[in-house]
């Protein structure tokens, strides 16, 4: 605010001291000129007669002449005191309507509103780096799950573009630097209520400057990183980074997933997709011969993760030079020619990796006339060609936006999910597939709420009051609709932690205990019963014993006088 206030009194130093100036002449003068005669005496104007009106007539509102009539002498300094001070006036005006419209003062003036904006956060929220294709993904998802955010964008035309959407929440957003750590500092990162960081911009370097930044400033925040590059990486990992995502290595591990664990995949892909929304059936890749253009980053990861699972991988790729290929065919796979070169007519699979849309759906279209039956992956580097690649309809179109969206989600609506998810990957398919049918008997075909919960007084007051009254309370006490203890709610529990140790899908009657911490996912409705059972001591009572508890001194009098009839109290 001192910086605003510096600035606006710098710019108009001279305008300001030019309608003082101005302004003084003209009263002055106009004190000194002789009136009319008033019973006998020239009369003179005050100098407060003399301000008030060389003060309507400079800013031409216009009043007439008071007290009395002017004298040929006041009228002539009148007709020159319009000139000097109206035209100072609009002097002033002007350089005052140029001064609001100065980049410097509007950015000055937008990051002290951001500041305040966020220093009146009441409620936990994330501070995203970077609104492009990822950023913007991950903003509507966690807007739609009611989590807030705080945006920080170097291209203000991205940051018009957030202005433009229909969110629930209004989103504080600035246009800056987010590798400066005033930038940081100023979005929050200091603030009581901040979550965590995500730094996800397009620039590795960027990155990695915010997360040092973040590790430096607030040690304990937990900080998402964006990394394409394994040196980037290492550098992110040796300050301490909580979570390092790529891409490119994390489709590599889901394909792979798809091809050995289909039912881990899709548990995967539904614990971390927003509420609400239908989870499609993905398709199985076919194991044998495949084609791969591009042996880029991504394309490396590919043919890591498929020769893992005994695939016979043919690489296409136009500069081998550049990329390290040893065996490839020298092409872009854009030419029936090379492909051809490649035994496409023979292969199961292709997969179009390349850095360029129109090039990864010219390969595809193109294979696909030469071998129908080919399983498609495609890599769809724009969001903005949405349209094109739906209407194209491959097996699996890889986007790394929402990769990196899903993964960040993952860490981001609830602190167990993650850790669960990587439990999942080392169970069986079978054991998934199980789960996976439990969640659609429980909850149905759409993306369930996940939330995590502690046992403690602030979490789950009621059942902290009964534990300490001796009263045994159990997962499936929780479960229980608070209307009718007979009715289940819509909810499963994942994972109970207990001193440290992971328990996947605990049994409905296991014994709850002070500070486990509780992984569940179910229905949104569910989610805000279940609120209820944990922080009102007379709900779970009657959901445990089944007698409903007098609440209120005439209801506790009522409850006593008719037990004393039934004989039940002396």
Known sequence: MNNIVFLILRRIRAPLIAVIISF???VLGLTLMPGIEVEGEIFYLSLFQAFYIISYTATTIGFGEVPHEFSTTQRLWMTFSIYLTVISWFYAIGNIIALFQDVS???AITTSRFTKTVKRLRDPFYIICGYGETGSLLVNSLDRMHIRVVVIEILQDRINDLELEDYQYDIPALCADAQLSDVLIKAGIRHSMCAGIAALTNNDHANLAVAIAAKIISPSLMVLGRAENADTAAN???FKTD???NPYTLFGDHLAMQVHALGIYLLHEWLTGIPGQSLLSPDCPPIGKWVVCGYGRFGKSVVNSLQREDFTITIIEANPELTG?????IGNGTESKTLEEADIKNALGIVAGTDNDVNNLSIVITAREMNPELFVVIRKNKRYNDILFDHYKANITMQ?????AHECLAHMISPLLAGFLSLVRIQTNVWANQLISRLVDTIGEQVPETWTIIIDDFQAPAVITLLSQGVTVTLDNLARDPSNR??????IPLMLIRDGIPLLLPACDF???NHDQILFCGRMNARKTFSIVLGNYNVLSYIISGEVIADGLVWRWLNKKFRRKAGTLP
Do not use: F, Q
Not at 325 to 329: N, P, S, V, Y
């Open 325 to 329: 290929c040893e065996e490839c065919i």
């Open 236 to 238: 992110m990992e040796s």
């Open 24 to 26: 003084g002449i003209a």
């Open 105 to 107: 003062l509007n950015i």
């Open 511 to 513: 014994h709850i205990k």
């Open 486 to 491: 007979d009715t289940k709610l819509e909810l």
């Open 400 to 404: 790394p936006s929402n990769i990196i």
């Open 243 to 245: 979570h390092i995502i």
